[in-house]
């Protein structure tokens, strides 16, 4: 590798644009700028996989290439965004079809051959930004695909989150954008993208108005669509880009135009998102590792009889009893004396779209729903002649519960990432009319083909109470003996 960047401009070798790249071929060489570059991470261990970028050349194409993380000691030091290189003996391998950030088939992959030199401005002209903006119809068709992440620039008209003058803070933060066509849009910032947000917002003070976003993942939420950030995601707050001036143009924007109207969370209620099977299971294996609630619209179309339907509890305070060889014991409760309870423990096979997954429903919220209680039914069972007395066998007034759809109010818990089965505790059941939809200000013609802005969220009550909360304990607890028994059994085959 050339160790003399910077100290002599190279002759620029014909052919070197990004059209001219053959798969396969030896020695071949691109003279380009670097825009931006982000580091891919993998999500399961959180381990540097590579050091990716996009490039643009003097033809306005761009492409991405990619360092392998064992490489990256022989180019981190000598790679800066905003610099033109010439880049040769690469390898040239097909684009990978999913979240593509450049429309180009091939990538570029660095190797222990590959030379890079510093071009200086004068000898080669390359733009110094390009964005991959798209329309809110493209934003719809892309949803849900995992194809393409893109760019998106908008007016700022209301940021809810928490801490937003917190820097550090990685809490996530939802922005309402105003597009070019009046329509608006949701875009989700997570980890450390809603960090990096919270300080170029600070620094811009009332001056943020028009923001660009690049390499977001257009999802459907709920019926409405969400931009949510990536980890290949950049923020620009800078009103001297072009896309940014030719926005404020289009739309009339000055720069004495008031500030953005800021939503600043009560961290004393936890806000609830309307989320389907799939968001909660991609949010799972995103490998975010950050406890929250959501609230899933969900149809039942199963009960599970893997575990059973109830079990007994504790009369105090609802925690699953052990046995001793003489009596039943509670770790949760002082007493001597314990009196077990038969408790709801009902595993829900349940679907919305195309995706099933399994919500736990407990005693408090499984009575509202068979108008009935487990020691009604073990009772009557009991009665029964022949009554085997089987906590497998699922009773048949439990059975009337498949067939519904209900919205439910799901925790998402430290176990669930750490578990292969998924399997979400239930702390409410909610009602429809429970979500509240507080108004968005601006003067704008659409939202997600609706009449008027909103940001879809809702605050808990007090109606969960001590019982369910000591019955969401006892499920994580149970869930987290269920995980470390999984993680010893592998262990074991791996020995």
Request: with cysteine.
């Amino acid at each position: 590798m050339d160790s003399n960047k910077g100290k002599e401009n190279p002759i620029l070798p014909a052919h070197a644009t990004l059209d001219k790249l053959v798969l396969g071929k030896k020695k071949q060489h691109v003279a380009v700028r670097l825009l931006r570059m982000w580091e891919a991470i993998n999500f399961n261990n959180r381990s540097l996989m590579s050091l990716d970028f996009l490039l643009l050349d003097n033809k306005d194409a761009l492409i991405q290439g990619s360092i392998h993380h064992r490489r990256l000691d022989g180019f981190k030091d000598r790679l800066k965004e905003g610099i033109i290189y010439l880049i040769s003996d690469f390898e040239v391998v097909p684009i990978y079809p999913n979240y593509k950030v450049a429309d180009h088939p091939f990538s570029i992959r660095f190797t222990d051959n590959t030379d890079i030199v510093e071009i200086d401005e004068k000898i080669c002209s390359i733009k110094h930004e390009k964005f991959r903006l798209y329309s809110y119809s493209e934003f719809e068709t892309l949803a849900g695909t995992n194809l393409h992440l893109i760019d998106v620039v908008g007016r700022l008209l209301k940021i809810q989150g928490s801490y937003l003058e917190d820097s550090t803070s990685t809490e996530k933060i939802v922005l309402l954008l105003l597009l070019d066509d009046n329509s608006t849009v949701r875009v989700t910032l997570w980890d450390n993208q809603a960090s990096d947000f919270r300080r170029q917002y600070q620094q811009a003070g009332n001056d943020c108005f028009v923001i660009v976003f690049t390499c977001l993942n257009p999802k459907m939420f709920a019926g409405s669509l969400h931009l949510n950030s990536s980890g290949s995601t950049k923020i620009f707050i800078d009103n001297n880009l072009e896309v940014v001036q030719a926005f404020m143009k289009r739309m009339g924007i000055e720069t004495t135009d008031g500030p953005s109207k800021i939503i600043e969370e009560d961290k004393n209620k936890l806000h609830v998102e309307m989320w389907t099977i799939e968001e909660i299971l991609q949010y799972v294996s995103s490998g975010a590792d950050q406890e929250k609630e959501v609230i899933c619209r969900a149809k039942v179309i199963d009960i599970s009889s893997r575990n059973g339907w109830k079990y007994l509890g504790c009369g105090s305070c609802s925690h699953k009893l052990g046995r001793s060889e003489t009596s039943l014991i509670c770790n949760n409760c002082p007493q001597k004396t314990i009196i077990g309870v038969a408790r709801f423990r009902i595993e829900l096979v349940v679907e919305s779209g195309d995706r099933t997954t399994t919500f736990v429903l407990f005693d408090r919220d499984a009575k509202k729903v068979t108008h009935t209680t487990a020691e009604e039914i073990t009772a009557l069972e009991e009665k029964e002649e022949g009554n085997t007395q089987d906590n497998q066998k699922v009773p048949k007034c439990l059975l009337d519960i498949i067939g519904k759809t209900m919205d439910f109010q799901v925790k998402i818990a430290k176990y669930n990432f750490e578990t292969s089965f998924q399997a979400f505790t239930v702390t409410r059941i909610t009602k429809e009319n429970s979500i509240v939809q507080p108004e968005m200000d601006g003067n704008i013609k659409k939202e997600d083909g609706k009449a008027c802005p909103t940001l879809q969220t809702s605050s808990l009550g007090c109606e969960t109470g001590v019982e369910g909360k000591n019955e969401t304990e006892n499920a994580e607890k149970e869930a987290m003996d269920e995980v470390t028994t999984e993680n010893e059994a592998k262990k074991k085959r791996i020995n």
